[in-house]
C-alpha cells in the first residue's frame, strides 16, 4: 500500500461505455497525475493538477476526461474508447510538481483498462 | 526519441550476481530518479540523485550520474530473486516540473 489508491483494479468496457476510474490519495501531496502504459511503450504523461488546477494536457484525445475536485482525489472519465486505449492506466502524486526540488512520484497499482 | 532510455532492454542473471543498468537523457536536468515495477503493477520509488551530485547508495543500491555525458547507471548488489522487476529512469527539471519523463525500462529476471 503505497497512499495511493486507484479503483477499480481492472475494468472492460465497450466502446460506447461511459466509466470513469478513480485515484485518491492520503499523503497530503499537493500533485496529482495519469500516467498511460501501453505493452511495449514509455510511460505517457496524460495529465498534471497542481493545487487542484491542471497544469498540463500532454495532447490526449477528448474521449479522456480528468476531473480534480480536490488535492487528494483524481479521476479520469472515459467516454467512447477505442481497442487501442486498452493500456494499464497509473496515477501518482507528490507533494510539489515532480522535477521541482527533490519532489518523487508515488504510483497506485494501477487500473488495467480493457476495451472491447 | 525519449528522454531517459535505459539499457539494457532486458537483463537475465544469476542470484547473487550483480545487476547493472543504464539509463541516459538528453536534456539538463534537476534530478533523476530510478523506479522499479513489479508485473502490472505501480511503480516505486528507489532512489533520487541530484544533478550535482555523482554516487549515491541506499542499501544494495548504488547510482551514479555523469552530467556531462548524460548518464546514469543503477548497481543492485547480491541479486535476489525478488528484485525481479522493469526498473525505470525518470528526469526531471525545473523548468519542465511536473513532467518526468520514463524510458522504456529494463526488465531484471533474477533466477533462484
Known amino acids: 500500500e503505497t497512499g495511493v489508491t486507484q479503483t477499480p483494479r481492472h475494468l472492460v468496457m465497450g466502446m460506447t461505455n461511459k466509466k470513469s476510474l478513480k485515484c485518491e490519495q492520503h499523503?497530503?501531496?499537493?500533485?496529482m497525475y495519469w500516467y498511460k502504459q501501453s505493452a511495449k511503450k514509455p510511460l505517457e504523461l496524460m495529465f498534471v493538477?497542481?493545487?487542484?488546477?491542471?497544469?498540463e494536457n500532454n495532447s490526449v484525445p477528448s474521449r479522456f476526461s480528468p476531473e480534480c475536485p480536490n488535492s487528494s482525489h483524481l479521476f479520469l472519465h472515459l467516454h467512447t474508447l477505442q481497442p487501442e486505449d486498452s493500456a494499464l492506466y497509473l496515477c501518482?502524486?507528490?507533494?510539489?510538481?515532480?522535477?521541482?526540488?527533490?519532489?518523487?512520484?508515488?504510483f497506485g497499482a494501477g487500473s488495467r483498462l480493457t476495451v472491447l | 526519441s525519449q528522454q531517459g532510455e535505459e539499457d539494457p532492454q532486458a537483463l537475465s542473471i544469476q542470484e547473487g550476481e550483480n545487476a547493472t543498468m543504464n539509463c541516459s537523457y538528453k536534456t539538463s536536468i534537476n534530478n533523476l530518479q530510478w523506479y522499479r515495477q513489479n508485473s502490472g503493477r505501480g511503480l516505486v520509488h528507489l532512489i533520487l540523485?541530484?544533478?550535482?551530485?555523482r554516487e549515491k547508495h541506499s542499501g544494495r543500491l548504488r547510482v551514479t550520474l555523469d552530467t556531462s555525458k548524460k548518464s546514469s547507471s543503477l548497481l543492485i548488489t547480491a541479486s535476489r530473486a525478488a528484485d525481479t522487476a522493469s526498473y525505470f529512469c525518470a528526469t526531471a527539471s525545473n523548468t519542465n516540473a511536473g513532467k518526468s519523463t520514463f524510458g522504456d525500462g529494463t526488465t531484471l529476471t533474477v533466477k533462484p
Open positions: 540523485i541530484r544533478s550535482n551530485e
Open positions: 501518482a502524486s507528490s507533494q510539489g510538481l515532480a522535477g521541482a526540488g527533490a519532489n518523487v512520484l508515488t
Open positions: 499523503l497530503g501531496h499537493n500533485a
Open positions: 493538477y497542481n493545487f487542484k488546477e491542471q497544469t
